[in-house]
């Protein structure tokens, strides 16, 4: 029996805005840009991931505002009522990229709670790779990954008011500014030029490369929180007069700038600090990058180090933690709506689930490579290529649920034509090439 309770509201468009650039703005921006980046040849995946985010991932991020709102429901719900029953089976899907991804993703957020911890008591080991290595896997990372989803469940169960949109509102501008901050300091660093070079030098050689296109296309929508339902189900919060392309430009280009300036910080840092050949050939190799050259900068900084790595590392866990409980979000709101269950019940039993899902990714570095490969170049890939086209071919008038709140322009007719045409076929010969990577044979 689907809950007849009034649904619950954001209580400010700043809220709402907030929480949306909580749950874009998160490891993806950090860790996970920083490592692909490192991976898949610097500028050139820089470059196309503009390039994806502007001309597929915008499109697609209003495409959910406009279903989440004009619906009212979670993803399965919003589907059914603008598709028909027939097209709830596809809700399941972003409910099992919800699963999938959370379940690995508070793995990485245990370690940052880790890091933050250790930055207090400052005591990280001279050995900065040794210490990644030894916090990634194993029981203690397990332990973490366990403690963390104990916390997410505890705030989505407090539901969206009280829970996602205080956290949100509060720490999200500290983690900009933090950001912000050390690029400065990189650039005052000597030798950091050879990290410009590899962050901003684009081989144009490698814009074709197909590893690179859709390790770009993958990031962008991972960063985004694309793909999924998540944007549809923050918006299915949203009252009814928003400016959602405003709203949707303004949370692309939030996450974007977070993403940009942290790589102006870690690449120069890398370099000017002797790291890159351990991070491009060590053994825990690039998805460590972030992890090892950030306490190595704080020590080298001195007394302010120490203050500036807490702050960091406490920011950084608000940031995953912002988008986590997104991600449970999801799949909470679709137990809610779909089988009636109370949000108590809800958050907890699939945070349960979630959290023994994870364990093979604490216990391995390469199940949760994989799972995060898997993940975003194929998940949320093919979520956002479902997206598409039922916004673009399915969906009666789309343009009539975003003019509502803003002035109809020419703008919108390219947004459909954007998700009737070119966005899926992007989407379809990345999905292609990425199936034929990750599947063996
Ligand atoms: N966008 C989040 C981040 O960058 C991760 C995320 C992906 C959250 C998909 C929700 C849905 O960290």
Same mark, same amino acid.
């Given at each position: 029996m689907?809950? *007849? ?12 805005i #907030? ?11 950090? =860790? ?10 610097g ?14 991932g915008?499109?697609?991020l209003?495409? @959910?505002?406009a ?27 972003f409910?099992? &990229? ?13 370690w ?21 290595e ?7 990372a397990?332990? =973490?990954? #366990?403690?963390f ?12 008011k ?6 949100a ?7 900009? #500014? ?11 660093? @000597? ?9 901003? @030098? ?22 985004? &929180? ?20 405003n ?37 825990v ?16 900084m001195?007394?302010?180090?120490h ?6 590392f ?8 912002t988008? /986590? ?9 679709? /137990? %809610? *709506? ?19 899902m ?6 391995s ?22 997206l598409?086209l039922?916004?673009? =071919?399915r969906?009666?008038d789309?343009? /009539? @649920? %975003? ?13 459909? =034509?954007?998700l ?7 989407? /379809? ?13």
């Amino acid at each position: 029996m689907p809950s *007849d309770q009034p649904r619950e509201q954001w209580a400010s468009r700043a809220g709402f805005i #907030l929480a949306a650039v909580g749950s874009a703005v998160g490891l993806g921006n950090m =860790w996970r840009f920083s490592y692909l980046t490192a991976e898949s040849g610097g500028a050139a995946f820089l470059v196309l991931y503009v390039g994806i985010t502007l001309l597929v991932g915008l499109p697609v991020l209003l495409a @959910e505002f406009a279903l989440g709102r004009g619906s009212g429901k979670s993803p399965i719900g919003a589907l059914a009522h603008y598709g028909g029953s027939g097209w709830r089976p596809l809700g399941w899907l972003f409910v099992a &990229s919800g699963f999938l991804i959370l379940s690995y993703y508070s793995v990485i957020a245990g370690w940052t709670v880790r890091y933050a911890l250790t930055a207090l008591l400052g005591s990280f080991p001279e050995d900065f790779g040794g210490f990644f290595e030894r916090v990634a896997t194993g029981r203690s990372a397990l332990a =973490w990954h #366990l403690g963390f989803m104990v916390v997410c469940v505890a705030i989505v169960r407090g539901g969206v008011k009280a829970g996602i949109e205080r956290t949100a509102v509060i720490l999200m501008p500290l983690l900009f #500014l933090l950001v912000v901050g050390l690029a400065l300091y990189a650039a005052t660093l @000597e030798g950091s030029g050879a990290g410009y070079r590899f962050y901003l @030098e684009v081989d144009f050689d490698e814009l074709g490369d197909w590893s690179v296109i859709q390790a770009a296309a993958g990031q962008a929508f991972f960063s985004l &929180s694309l793909g999924m339902g998540c944007m549809m189900t923050y918006a299915s919060y949203l009252s009814r007069d928003e400016h959602l392309p405003n709203e949707s430009l303004f949370v692309a280009f939030s996450d974007f700038a977070v993403a940009f300036i942290a790589g102006l910080a870690v690449f120069p840092l890398i370099f000017a600090l002797g790291l890159d050949a351990e991070i491009t050939s060590g053994s825990v190799g690039t998805m460590g990058a972030l992890f090892i050259t950030l306490p190595k900068t704080f020590a080298e900084m001195g007394g302010a180090g120490h203050v500036v790595g807490v702050l960091f590392f406490v920011a950084l866990v608000v940031g995953a933690l912002t988008s /986590a409980i997104s991600l449970l979000e999801v799949v909470t709101a679709t /137990a %809610v *709506d779909g089988l009636g269950w109370s949000r108590h019940r809800a958050a907890a039993l699939m945070g349960a689930l979630i959290a023994v899902m994870g364990i093979p990714s604490a216990l391995s570095l390469k199940v949760l490579g994989f799972m995060d490969q898997l993940a975003g170049n194929v998940f949320l890939v093919g979520g956002a290529l479902v997206l598409s086209l039922f916004v673009g =071919w399915r969906m009666a008038d789309p343009m /009539a @649920e %975003v003019r509502r709140g803003a002035e109809s322009t020419t703008w919108f007719g390219l947004w459909v =034509w954007l998700l009737r045409v070119p966005v899926p076929l992007v989407l /379809a010969v990345v999905l292609v090439q990425s199936l034929r990577a990750l599947l063996p044979g």
